[in-house]
C-alpha cells in the first residue's frame, strides 16, 4: 500500500483537507432508482448548496455535508433509502419534498427525522 506525504494527499486529493461533518448517500440502486432516487439525490444538492452545506463541485470546497450515490442497501422495497454518518441514521421513502425537513432538522439541528427513521446503525469508536 503506497504511502503518501500529507501535503500531497491533500494536493491530489482536497476531500481529505476539508471540514466534512457528515455524509449523506442516497441509494441509486436498481429499486430506489425505479422511485426516482435520482430526484432525491439532485434534490439533496440543490437544498445544501442553498444552504452552503454542500461540499464539492456542486456546492464549495468550504461546505461541510458531502453527498454520495451508493447502491443497495437493503430498504429496496421502502425507497428511496437516504443513510446519514456519522450518524448512522438511515432513512426510507425519501422523497424530493422531504430533502429539506432532513437538512434542516437532522443536518443542522442534529435532530433525527423520525417519521422517515428506518434504522439507526450502532458505530464503534475506532482507535488509532
Ligand atoms: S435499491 Fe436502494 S436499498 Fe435496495
Known sequence: MPTLDPEILHQKCPVTAANIQRQVFVCTGVSCSNNNSQATLEKFWEVLKEKGLLYGKRGSLDGTVI?????????CAAGPAVLVYPDGVWYYGVMPEDVEEIAEKHLIQGK???HLLAMRV???????
Open 67 to 75: 453527498v454520495t450515490t451508493c447502491g443497495s442497501v437493503g430498504l
Open 112 to 114: 433525527v427525522v423520525d
Open 122 to 128: 450502532s458505530i464503534g469508536r475506532l482507535q488509532h
